[in-house]
């Protein structure tokens, strides 16, 4: 944390999107290229043990939303993170300064997914999130609507592209309190 001010001097930016749209790998060459801190809230919660047990249906955790905000909030008051989660409705709004949703076509996802080897039901459900923009949606609902940005994800020239338009934002970025 910043002694006395309480603002951050580096932005925090959410990367979300369905299971698949490219977040992890965005998010960890974006880290690279602005020495922000990469969070992959996935790995977080399995590593600390951050969850309320195993969903057999959607065949994942079932993260315990007060544990991981308590576990990410020092550090988000800091500044400087790149927090890679596939839901967003759940994080304070103050602990953003842009959020990216990662949205990919359903035939590429459908594909990527079953490369991943997610079985049928896992499939279907991710492309209908996917086909229906739940997560662009759930952005827009949970953070005012100039810091939402939705960015395709179908090419490798997609990736080049947001992460050069990000870089080139977290470079001209200053805290909101101090401009
Ligand atoms: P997520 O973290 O959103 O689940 P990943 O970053 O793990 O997604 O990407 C899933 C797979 O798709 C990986 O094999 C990755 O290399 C590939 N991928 C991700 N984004 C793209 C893209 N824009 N173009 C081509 N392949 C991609
Ligand atoms: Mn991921």
Redesign the pocket.
């Known amino acids: 944390m910043v002694e006395g001010s309480g603002k951050r001097t580096r932005p925090n930016i959410l990367v979300t999107?369905t299971?698949?749209?490219?977040?992890?790998?965005?998010s960890s060459s974006l880290a690279e290229a602005t020495q922000l801190r990469h969070i992959n809230v996935g790995d977080l919660v399995k590593e600390k043990n951050l969850h309320d047990g195993w969903d057999d249906e959607l065949d994942c955790f079932v993260l315990n939303e007060d544990l991981v905000c308590d576990e990410l909030e020092d550090v988000m008051e800091e500044g400087g993170n790149i927090v890679?989660y596939?839901g967003c409705d759940f994080f304070p709004e103050r602990w953003f300064d842009c959020v990216v949703v990662?949205q990919?076509g359903n035939t590429v996802l459908y594909d990527?997914l079953s490369?991943?080897g997610y079985n049928e039901a896992k499939l279907s459900n991710n492309v209908e999130c996917e086909i229906f923009q739940v997560l662009l949606e759930e952005a827009k609902e949970s953070y005012p609507e100039d810091r939402v940005v939705a960015m395709k994800?179908?090419?490798?020239e997609?990736?080049s592209r947001n992460i050069a338009t990000l870089t080139d934002w977290v470079r001209n970025w200053s805290s909101p309190a101090q401009s």
Do not use: A, E, N
Request: aromatic share 0%.
């Open positions: 999107g299971p698949g749209t490219g977040k992890t790998t965005l890679d596939h990662l990919t990527r490369r991943r994800s179908d090419t490798i997609d990736i």
